[in-house]
């Protein structure tokens, strides 16, 4: 446990101010400060996700040229609000040859999934809910949750086109986390430690700094981390297990209403949580791409703004991604991940682990700047 | 000399690295990697060597021992329980063993690149070659009894690979599982032994072992009923048992020999089967307080004998040399059991030089005209005059002609046992043990000379038999187209450099080894002066040295002792010179016995003199033309001879039992239980008339049915209430 | 509450859990399934005892490799379970009596 | 505070999934209660300190073994995953049925009893208390370990994993006749 | 760790929490504000209108089962190299830079080599799997 949001706090007097309202009793306090600032983000994580589909169908309609969702709202920006009611008054339909225990649990698993990733997400350096020793590490684990449930949603509908969304969505996932986690695996050798802070810290200063020009490895690794990522969070052109041409809607076809909604949001929850990942791997973070040193509360508060900004901006991709490129047919998906994918993502592993040993943990830049 | 683990370990290593090596790139490297697991072998001999010289002509005292130990893992916190030792324990007889096992293991590899070129399981052979000779190399060198179960169950499952080699062939196939499961009969006890003295003295180090004998840690400890020393001493003996295929347990080494000749010679006389007496010598003390030494003595006495008669009666030229093995490890158990720990460890020593010897004779006679039956064979001496004066000088030793190593050896062995027979007021059934050895001792002599004689004397019956598939076009007229042998350093080098090594003196200093003829004087007595039973008390409270560490104790020159007759750790025997007598008759009558049974081979098969049969058969001519009649009329000998019969029990319980058992236990079970069910009937019920008998060896059946039902989870729940019931009987 | 003991006691239950699955059920993938609960009960046991008895670490990198080993021993009998299905068109463990096909 | 109530959280929840995944009589519920007892035993790890373990955990468990798990349900066919009151061989159902329960739980009793025996002496024997504790980052010590004191067990696990998936990789590869 | 230090862990299980609570806060909703009009074929497992034949639950093709199987080998690989590579830039500026690379490459190198096994014998392809491995299988 390193920096937390609870330690950051503590170096400021009115966190004193706040302990003796809570009785001197740290863990309440802590407790309370944790759910508050865990409700800010599942709201604003909620709210993104939210105008994620907005921003799809907009970017979508600009794409294609044509107007996009402008009813609801200014510019059509309720859209979303309108979504999430009509999915509240849906009928909640369930197949009688479904099993039922399954069939609740599934979106559950996936909401978790995502949710428990958004402890470690780091807005700032200081804005960190929980810095765990084995931050990353931690972030692929719980969100292999999302495959489970995946998997779980298609078998529990008893039918056939749930099915085989959901036995390709979980190899799938399952494929695509070996290269994401090689990548990842690239980061923690370069930063020595797995914590967000550990990574972040190691990417401060310029934008020379950041991983992902470190070394030329770690700017192939970026790539294949979002290539992985992208195809991990089910999207398009990797969206083979909700294709609608082929399998109606995949998994969830025998969804309705909010569990579907839970589907939907956990997707979208998690396509900002991997590209939050990216950036705080790669991008730097919070960090501009320029040297400022005032730690102050606007400071970290600049920071988050810098951080969601980056990680919007890979989300822009991400959607692009979706309208600009043809679905991959099911051999090419595995034979990307496995012929591709894998093994360049190895070599990338194998890249850093010499160049840190070669140039004593010199970056590039560090090598032609000269270091201090 | 320093010893740190840097010169110990590649006695160890270097067979594993080229077994590795062998094991993934073996088929990319020339001629598959052979000559790197002979040079590997070489590598574990020069280290081997060195220890050796150092243990029998160097600076250190009799007893010198080095311990060398590690922590593999310790969950203990302090305490002495749930911690795992592993280590090497090297004193004068690990340095012995060392030198013959990896000497012996070197000249076999250097053979097989002979006897296995151009074989299609060449690469495979010398995969699984090396990394039996380390796991031997570890299980000699390792300090604790868990350690050497680990190498013990490595040399199993190598032996099964080695004995299966020939994958495609049925026969080979079935040999090879049933050596496995065989062995593993005994292992099971092997490992539940070990756990008991695990549980109680929270070690299996040999040193631990041995101070708590000593400082009486065994006594009033109860498994079962039975008491603790006794318990684990038999279960051990029974994993020795089982590795050393002694009598209930033998069935698997005879049918052992499928494999190729060299992987054969490997397990016969260098590794596998010696491992069991190895334990058994190394458990010694444990074995006496168990007080099972009786049993030990009878069994080996059962198997000297049995396998001796067994193998009067074979013609394939491996299988006499198998039923050999299994007679002579008898001997090392005998013993073993009768207090001759010397001498049985002398034996395991000769009987591997002389016996890999055999066998390797046995190998390129049978590779040079690829034949193995003895009756197709005869006069190869002019054509293989090598390998003939090699395989002579072994058959001598084997059979206990004085001069040679297996007279010096065996004779010890018989003479203490008839000490222990006769004239130590035991049990006077226990005179079966003495009587016995004695009559397989003549057997040993008569069936050697009987291979000698059908192999390389008599006129050559090879006839039409050509030796070289590709030589038809060679002149037929002649009858033969052996190739005259030539001296090739991989073929009979071998072979001659370990004929050496058959003459008495090296083991024995003295030509008879009876004291009788000094050649070197009492001083080069050096197996007597080395090798002791462990004397127990020396181990309480011993220090042990780190993994690390160099070797700094003080060392005196070698002393010289006497050779006691050795009753475990109780001190020299106060009944001397009635053990001295016990020698002297035994060097007696095992010369004449020998001597006997040489001449009746002779007059045999040279003289043909003897004829009880001959009016049954028209003439020798009729009989040698057709080789089947020169077996059938030898069977015929030996049931006018009234051996038949107990050769009959011997391979009912061959067949009739331990296949069956092999293949299917419940099956054999019930058919003997019919049987008795059946005699039952008509003894029991017929003639008091009560039917309930039948009927209660039916509910039987049908509860061993149930047992054997081949159900994994009913297994599971005996082996979860066995292990339960064993951890609330020893008390921790 | 929370000490070694506690820990035991859940690690035994998880144990006994596993092993009546083993025991009373018939389909081979719930077996498999029972012996990854004994194989944790057995990790959560060397993880205690490395925080209350021996304080190294040791029990942690102990109980890694046990994952490693459970993770591989599951794929390669599952692989048999699949294979044994593919030929007996069951997965009923009292089928399974023959050592070949 | 909090970690008492992580402790009986994941306790509660790891006994209960497990107890669950002994008695339910759907095989697929069975693989779903064991994902909930492994990731209750991540809790435990987690208030043990075990961080590394703990994700370790929920990585090989949640991630590969359960999903492999379901994997291999679906493809033995669904024929056999729900319980069968009887099959045309007169076997036990595939979930067992009363008597396999009564023999499993005899032998349970038979383990508990033995190992209450064993339990008592060690904790009798350790007090139940942290000894020194403080190992503010397992990941570096385990790294450590991994490649100093036990860097052969590292390599050969690499080995093992290899062997595992040549072997599982041949084992389940479909043949002519299947 | 202090139990206080164990503090750092409470946001994952708030965040879980608020994942239960919300999904059956949502669901208690759903039953508040949706109409209930059950009807049989509403309720059926849809497959474009046709009326569903048999069960979904049936034999699935083995590829997944393989594609399963190098997941796990090479989740499990990478479980044990985080450690390592979590001290590696240590090792380096300890200057045991060259030790901790040979154990690394080394590693690596075994799960190439599966990786390279499964490639080789056609495991990875997802549509030819079959075809090839009857070819090596013979």
Redesign the interface.
């Known amino acids: 446990m390193n920096q937390t949001i609870v330690s950051y706090l503590s170096q400021y007097e009115f966190y004193d101010v706040l302990l003796n309202l809570f009785g001197n009793n740290q863990g309440l306090l802590a407790f309370a400060i944790y759910l508050i600032v865990a409700l800010v983000v599942v709201g604003f994580c909620a709210t993104v996700g939210g105008l994620g589909t907005y921003a799809e169908r907009k970017i979508s309609a600009d794409l294609q040229a044509r107007m996009g969702p402008n009813r609801v709202g200014p510019y059509g920006l309720l859209q979303f609000l309108a979504d999430g009611v009509k999915m509240l008054t849906k009928e909640d339909i369930m197949p009688y040859t479904a099993d039922k225990f399954l069939f609740y649990l599934a979106p559950l698993l996936a909401l978790v999934g995502v949710f428990a990733t958004l402890a470690v997400l780091p807005w700032s350096s200081g804005f960190m809910m929980a810095d765990l020793n084995v931050g990353v590490f931690y972030l692929i684990a719980i969100s292999s949750l999302v495959g489970l449930a995946v998997f779980l949603g298609g078998y529990a509908s008893n039918s056939k086109w749930s099915m085989l969304g959901g036995m390709r969505g979980a190899s799938q996932i399952i494929s695509y986390e070996i290269p994401v986690t090689l990548s990842v695996l690239a980061i923690t050798l370069l930063a020595g430690g797995m914590s967000f802070g550990t990574i972040l810290s190691h990417q401060e200063g310029t934008i020379v700094n950041w991983f992902i020009f470190h070394n030329p490895f770690a700017f192939i690794a970026f790539f294949v981390y979002g290539i992985g990522a992208m195809a991990e969070t089910n999207r398009a052109p990797f969206d083979l297990p909700e294709a609608e041409s082929e399998l109606v809607s995949g998994y969830h076809t025998e969804y309705t209403g909010l569990r579907f909604g839970f589907f939907a949001l956990a997707e979208y929850i998690e396509v900002f949580v991997v590209c939050g990942v990216g950036t705080a791997l790669f991008l730097g973070g919070g960090n501009l791409p320029f040297n400022i040193s005032i730690d102050i509360i606007p400071t970290q508060f600049a920071q988050v703004v810098i951080f969601v900004t980056k990680t919007c901006l890979l989300y822009y991709v991400v959607i692009w991604a979706r309208w600009t490129l043809p679905r991959l047919r099911v051999d090419q998906l595995m034979s990307v991940c496995w012929k591709y994918l894998t093994p360049i993502a190895i070599f990338n592993l194998v890249g850093c682990a010499i160049w840190l040993v070669m140039f004593n943990g010199k970056s590039l830049a560090d090598l032609v700047f000269g270091s201090h | 000399m320093e010893y740190t683990v840097g010169n110990i370990a590649p006695i160890f290593l270097a067979p594993v690295i080229a077994f590795v090596i062998n094991a993934f790139f073996g088929r990319k490297l020339p001629r598959q990697g052979d000559w790197l697991a002979t040079l590997s072998i070489f590598i574990s001999f020069i280290f081997s060597a060195r220890i050796f010289g150092d243990f029998v002509f160097g600076t250190f005292a009799t007893d010198h021992f080095i311990h060398k130990t590690f922590t593999w893992?310790?969950?203990?916190?302090g305490a002495n329980i749930w911690k795992v030792n592993m280590g090497v324990y090297i004193d004068n007889m690990t340095a012995i063993m060392l030198l013959m096992v990896s000497g012996v293991a070197f000249l076999i590899h250097l053979f097989s690149t002979w006897y296995m070129d151009h074989d299609e399981k060449h690469g495979r052979f010398f995969t699984f070659l090396p990394l039996f000779t380390s796991a031997m190399l570890g299980m000699v060198m390792s300090d604790n009894l868990f350690a050497l179960f680990c190498f013990w169950e490595v040399m199993g499952f190598c032996s099964y690979s080695l004995i299966g080699i020939y994958v495609k062939k049925e026969a080979a196939g079935d040999a090879s599982l049933k050596a496995f499961m065989t062995t593993r009969i005994g292992d099971v006890f092997l490992l539940l032994g070990i756990v008991a003295l695990w549980m109680v003295l929270g070690s299996v180090a040999y040193v631990d072992i041995y101070a708590a004998i000593a400082e009486g840690k065994f006594a009033g400890q109860t498994v079962i009923g039975i008491s603790l020393a006794t318990f684990t001493a038999l279960c051990i003996f029974l994993g020795a048992m089982g590795k050393s295929a002694q009598f209930p347990l033998h069935v698997w080494l005879p049918d052992a020999m499928m494999g190729p000749t060299p992987g054969s010679a490997l397990i016969h006389a260098a590794t596998m089967v010696t491992a069991g007496v190895w334990v058994s010598l190394r458990m010694y003390p444990l074995m006496v307080l168990g007080d099972i030494t009786w049993f030990i003595a009878v069994i080996g006495a059962i198997t000297a004998f049995g396998a001796a008669t067994v193998a009067m009666v074979q013609t394939d030229i491996k299988a006499v040399l198998a039923y050999s093995t299994l007679s002579q490890l008898g001997y090392m158990i005998i013993g073993v059991g009768v207090g001759s720990y010397n001498a049985a460890f002398m034996h395991v020593i000769t009987h591997a030089v002389f016996k890999a010897c055999l066998f390797l004779s046995a190998g390129s006679i049978i590779h040079t005209v690829h034949e193995q039956e003895m009756p197709k064979l005869g006069g190869l001496r002019k054509y293989m005059p090598y390998t003939h004066f090699a395989m002579m000088a072994c058959t001598l030793a084997i059979a206990g002609i004085p001069f040679f190593s297996g007279f010096v050896s065996k004779d010890r062995i018989l003479g203490d046992a008839l000490y222990f027979g006769f004239m130590s007021g035991q049990n006077p059934l226990l005179a079966i043990v003495p009587i016995l050895g004695f009559a397989g001792a003549g057997l040993t002599a008569f069936y050697m000379f009987r291979m000698m004689f059908l192999t390389f004397y008599g006129e050559n019956r090879m006839g039409h038999h050509d030796a070289h598939g590709e030589d038809h076009h060679g002149d037929h007229h002649h009858g033969h187209e052996i190739h005259h042998e030539h001296l090739d350093a991989r073929q009979n080098v071998p072979l001659l450099i370990l004929a050496i090594f058959t003459l008495g003196f090296w083991f024995a200093g003295s030509l008879t080894g009876q004291g009788i003829v000094k050649v070197f004087g009492e001083k080069t007595e050096w197996f007597k002066v080395l090798v002791e039973a462990p004397k127990v008390e020396r181990f309480v409270n011993h220090p042990r040295e780190a993994w690390g560490s160099t070797d700094t104790r003080v060392k005196t020159e070698l002393t010289k002792a006497r050779y006691d007759h050795q009753t475990g750790y109780a001190g020299p025997n106060p009944d001397e010179h009635k053990i001295h007598t016990a020698h002297v008759i035994g060097a007696i009558a095992s010369i004449i016995i020998a001597a006997l049974g040489v001449l009746i081979a002779f007059l045999m098969y040279i003289k043909k003199s003897i004829k009880p049969l001959a009016t049954r058969f028209p003439g020798y001519t009729e009989v040698l033309r057709n080789k089947y009649y020169f077996d059938n009329f030898y069977i015929d000998v030996l049931i006018k001879k009234g051996l038949l019969g107990f050769n009959r029990f011997l391979s009912w319980f061959d067949m009739g039992i331990f296949d069956r058992y092999a293949v299917d236990g419940a099956a054999a079970v019930n058919r003997v239980l019919f049987k008795a069910s059946k005699w039952f009937d008509n003894v029991v019920v017929d003639a008091v008339g009560v039917d309930g008998t039948g009927v209660a060896v039916n509910l039987f059946n049908l509860v061993l049915r149930i047992i054997q039902?081949?159900?994994?989870?009913f297994y599971?729940?005996m082996l979860?209430v066995v292990l339960a019931s064993y951890i609330w009987t020893v008390n921790i | 509450?929370?000490?070694?003991?506690?820990?035991?006691?859940?690690s035994?239950?998880?144990?006994?859990?596993?092993?009546?699955?083993?025991?009373?059920?018939?389909?081979i993938?719930?077996?498999?399934?029972g012996i990854?609960?004994v194989l944790?009960a057995a990790?959560?046991n060397?993880?205690?005892?490395?925080?209350?008895?021996?304080?190294n670490?040791?029990?942690?990198?102990?109980?890694?490799?046990i994952?490693?080993?459970?993770?591989?021993?599951?794929?390669?009998g599952?692989?048999?379970?699949?294979?044994f299905?593919?030929?007996k068109?069951?997965?009923?463990?009292?089928?399974?009596?023959q050592l070949r096909n | 505070m909090f970690?008492?109530l992580l402790?009986?959280t994941s306790?509660l929840l790891?006994?209960g999934s497990?107890?669950g995944?002994?008695v339910t009589r759907n095989?697929m519920h069975?693989?779903v209660f064991?994902l909930g007892?492994?990731l209750g035993?991540a809790g435990?790890?987690a208030?043990?300190?075990?961080d590394?373990?703990a994700v370790?955990?929920i990585m090989?468990?949640v991630g590969?073994?359960v999903i492999?798990?379901l994997?291999?349900?679906m493809?033995?066919?669904g024929?056999?995953?729900v319980s069968r009151a009887q099959?045309l061989?007169g076997?036990?159902?595939?979930?067992?049925n009363k008597w396999?329960?009564t023999?499993?739980?005899l032998?349970?009793l038979v383990?508990?009893l033995t190992?209450?025996k064993l339990?008592t002496n060690?904790?009798k024997a350790?007090p139940?208390?942290?000894?020194?504790?403080d190992?503010p980052s397992?990941v570096n010590?385990?790294g450590h370990?991994?490649v100093k004191?036990?860097v052969l067990?590292f390599e050969l696990?690499s080995v093992?994993?290899l062997?595992?998936?040549v072997?599982?990789?041949i084992?389940?590869r479909?043949?002519r006749q299947? | 760790m202090t139990p206080a230090q164990f503090d750092g862990l409470m946001p994952i299980v708030i965040l879980m929490g608020i994942a239960v609570v919300m999904f059956f806060g949502g669901h208690f909703l759903t039953v508040l504000l949706s109409p209930k009009k059950p009807s049989h074929l509403k309720s059926m497992p849809y497959e474009c209108g046709e009326i569903p034949v048999g069960s979904a639950w049936s034999s699935f093709n083995?590829r997944f089962?393989v594609v399963g199987?190098i997941f796990?080998?090479f989740?499990?690989e990478s479980?044990?190299m985080f450690p390592v590579a979590a001290i590696f830039r240590e090792l380096v500026d300890m200057g045991h830079g060259g030790y901790a690379l040979i154990i690394f490459l080394s590693f690596i190198s075994v799960l190439l080599e599966g990786i390279g096994y499964c490639w080789k014998k056609g495991d990875l392809d997802w549509v030819k799997s079959y075809q090839v491995s009857l070819k090596n299988n013979k």
């Open positions: 893992f310790d969950l203990s916190h039902s081949g159900k994994i989870q599971f729940v979860v | 509450m929370m000490g070694l003991a506690s820990y035991l006691i859940i035994l239950i998880l144990f006994v859990v596993g092993l009546v699955i083993i025991l009373s059920r018939k389909n993938v719930a077996i498999l399934l990854e609960l944790n990790a959560l060397f993880v205690a005892y490395s925080r209350y008895v021996t304080n670490l040791d029990g942690h990198v102990f109980s890694l490799f994952i490693a080993i459970a993770a591989a021993e599951s794929a390669i599952l692989a048999i379970v699949i294979r299905f593919q030929i068109e069951t997965i009923h463990i009292d089928e399974a009596t | 970690i008492e402790f009986l306790a790891t006994v497990a107890i995944a002994a095989i069975s693989c064991l007892s492994l035993i435990l790890y208030t043990l300190g075990a590394f373990v370790s955990q090989v468990y590969g073994v492999l798990m994997f291999a349900v493809l033995t066919g024929k056999d995953f099959n061989l076997l036990a159902p595939a979930m067992g396999t329960y023999i499993g739980l032998t349970a383990v508990v190992n209450v339990i060690v904790v350790y139940a208390k942290v000894i020194g504790n190992f397992t010590q385990i370990l991994l004191e036990h067990a696990s093992l994993l062997g595992a998936l072997g599982a990789a084992i389940a479909p043949r299947g | 083995i089962y199987l796990i080998i989740d499990v479980v044990l």
